[in-house]
T-cell receptor
Framework: GAGVSQSPRYKVAKRGQDVALRCDPISGHVSLFWYQQALGQGPEFLTYFQNEAQLDKSGLPSDRFFAERPEGSVSTLKIQRTQQEDSAVYLC???????????????FGPGTRLTVL | AQSVTQPDIHITVSEGASLELRCNYSYGATPYLFWYVQSPGQGLQLLLKYFSGDTLVQGIKGFEAEFKRSQSSFNLRKPSVHWSDAAEYFCAVGYSGNTPLVFGKGTRLSVIA
């Protein structure tokens, strides 16, 4: 079946522009995560949704970052007034379970590589 | 704070040689441990995971990992490396529920003929 998809795969933005990154999780997956992966680093958590509810946004680096999942499926990560330090790969992951107990496997998309000039 | 350490940034092995990638985690409670692989331009693919039970776990592509509580380690091994194994490998730890994974910085594996 289809995995997690993300679009666009590559995005170049001028400093100060707003960008929107899309994630289509595996159909029926309840949980959705966003991670940021800087060059040469491991992914770092940004935010987590259970269905349409954003349960954890502790990893968002500033109020310029905003994420939503209004219907509990597709999610969008928006970055306002982009800055050079926002350049990274943004990964989306989904899992089938809603939470508690043993964690479920997170399935990752290919990521969106954002370059801010 | 929870953390994962992968002490080797880059490892080069000859094709056919054995491989061990190191991973140490810091956390007091029982961790749930994962190894992911990332090829250039690709997302993360799960190789294997440890939740409980047998401390030696088998994964895809001939990989295995051993959980050693006394050493807080979860090292990844493969007895014979293939050129297609060249990639970035990430160790990660998760906890109860759908908490976010905490990743190490990764180990880049190069395979030479």
């Amino acid at each position: 079946g289809a995995g997690v998809s993300q679009s666009p795969r590559y995005k170049v933005a001028k400093r100060g522009q707003d960008v929107a990154l899309r994630c289509d999780p595996i159909s029926g997956h309840v949980s959705l995560f966003w991670y940021q992966q800087a060059l040469g680093q491991g992914p770092e958590f940004l935010t987590y949704f259970q269905n349409e509810a954003q349960l954890d946004k502790s990893g968002l680096p500033s109020d310029r970052f905003f994420a939503e999942r209004p219907e509990g499926s597709v999610s969008t990560l928006k970055i306002q007034r982009t800055q050079q330090e926002d350049s990274a790969v943004y990964l989306c992951a989904s899992s089938s379970k809603p939470g508690q107990g043993i964690p479920d496997t997170q399935y990752f998309g290919p990521g969106t590589r954002l370059t801010v000039l | 704070a929870q953390s994962v350490t992968q002490p080797d940034i880059h490892i080069t092995v000859s094709e056919g040689a054995s491989l061990e990638l190191r991973c140490n985690y810091s956390y007091g409670a029982t961790p749930y441990l994962f190894w992911y692989v990332q090829s250039p331009g690709q997302g993360l693919q799960l190789l294997l995971k440890y939740f409980s039970g047998d401390t030696l776990v088998q994964g895809i592509k001939g990989f295995e990992a051993e959980f050693k509580r006394s050493q807080s380690s979860f090292n990844l091994r493969k007895p014979s490396v293939h050129w297609s194994d060249a990639a970035e490998y990430f160790c990660a730890v998760g906890y109860s529920g759908n908490t976010p994974l905490v990743f190490g910085k990764g180990t880049r594996l190069s395979v030479i003929a």
